[in-house]
């Protein structure tokens, strides 16, 4: 039997492209197991999947002061000897990581017992985490062709994102039936990541009234972030967090307004979704998302609206002018080169695991 361990998590986007991987690598005839953290969002993801999942001590690496920076040290190194322990114990030939602070131990410990490693790194530019694995990994794959020059030479891969093959077979009469919409109106679907966003959930219920006019409306507003006053407003439906469904989302969904995690502008792309990329702000975050989003802007694939400029008039242009010129953003994607990344990654796999 094959064995494979994947890693990653903190955020979603940490975990959907392992959750892509999944089908393949049953077919490849792989037993698969999961490292993550005691209690992240990858733990319930995974455990959906019945894959059999095993929690670490986790810590989060800063680049600014924190007092916790003086603690979470301490947890990595408690998850690395955790990790080490299971790696020994469970015997894989291969370990995949997606990133995130809980794959740092868990690829120093592969290291350490000569595992193979290969790390997917969805951003234009590494993020801490994986600056820190790289020099662990054999190889490294990514999204964008600009990432390359970051990346170590013979380790880089241009594999694009792993995208979970459902999430193209959506079909729009079940989203109606779960939404209760009708096919009179366009809808928009917003997605402000699976934490949420509360600058775009404030500047998309302001603008409710003039949007509603027009469009229906399904808002994925993140966990803790559902505004009761707004329950039965007609053509407008909202969700914390969607998983099953989603597919069906997004098949219903003429024109996309989100985040601009790499995972989710990819799978903007594969879907061929006329989009609005509001990237998180340089105060919230490295701007790897700024990057990103400038990225799918110089190919013609989305419309850019920093959150610095996010109020309700600015949105209100971005829809009209994404609506207007919908034909154009589709086509864009469509006659884009797509890498099908589940085949790279997984040739890859097989190519390099320990015999």
């Known amino acids: 039997m094959k064995k494979i361990i994947l890693t990653g998590g903190g955020t979603a986007g940490h975990v959907t492209p392992n959750i892509a991987l999944l089908p393949r690598l049953k077919e490849l005839g792989y037993e698969i197991s999961y490292i993550g953290s005691y209690e992240g969002i990858e733990k319930g993801l995974i455990e959906k999947e019945n894959i059999p999942y095993y929690g670490i001590s986790s810590g989060k690496l800063r680049r600014y002061f924190d007092p916790k920076n003086f603690s979470d040290p301490l947890k990595v190194l408690k998850g690395y000897g955790q990790a080490r322990r299971l790696i020994r114990r469970l015997k894989p030939d291969i370990i995949f990581s997606k990133g995130g602070f809980v794959s740092v131990p868990v ?114 507003c993140g966990k803790g972030n559902l505004d009761p006053t707004l329950h039965n407003t007609v053509g407008y439906v909202q969700y914390e967090y969607i998983n099953e469904e989603l597919a069906d989302l997004f098949a219903a969904a003429d024109l996309v307004i989100s985040r601009a995690g790499a995972n989710a502008i990819c799978e903007l792309q594969a879907l061929c979704k006329p989009n609005i990329l509001i990237p998180l702000s340089k105060a919230a975050s490295r701007g790897d998302q700024i990057l990103n989003a400038n990225s799918f802007k110089k190919q013609g694939f989305s419309y850019v609206l920093e959150e610095e400029n996010l109020t309700e008039d600015t949105l209100e242009q971005a829809v009209s002018a994404v609506w207007e010129n919908r034909e154009t953003y589709r086509k864009a994607m469509e006659e884009s080169q797509k890498t099908d990344a589940i085949e790279i990654i997984t040739g890859l796999i097989e190519k390099l695991r320990k015999h």
């Open 107 to 220: 690829v120093l410990a592969a290291r350490h017992l000569r595992v193979p490693v290969i790390i997917h790194e969805s951003d234009m530019t590494p993020g801490l985490a994986n600056k820190l694995a790289i020099p662990s990994a054999s190889k490294v794959c990514c999204n964008f062709p600009e990432t390359l020059k970051a990346l170590p030479e013979g380790k880089a891969v241009l594999s694009g994102s792993p995208i979970r093959r459902e999430l193209l077979q959506g079909d729009k009469q079940k989203a109606f039936t779960y939404t209760g919409f009708t096919d009179d109106k366009p809808v928009i679907l917003i997605i402000g990541g699976s934490l949420g966003s509360r600058v775009i959930n404030e500047t998309v219920r302001k603008l409710l009234p003039k949007l509603l006019k027009n469009y229906q409306i399904i808002h994925l």
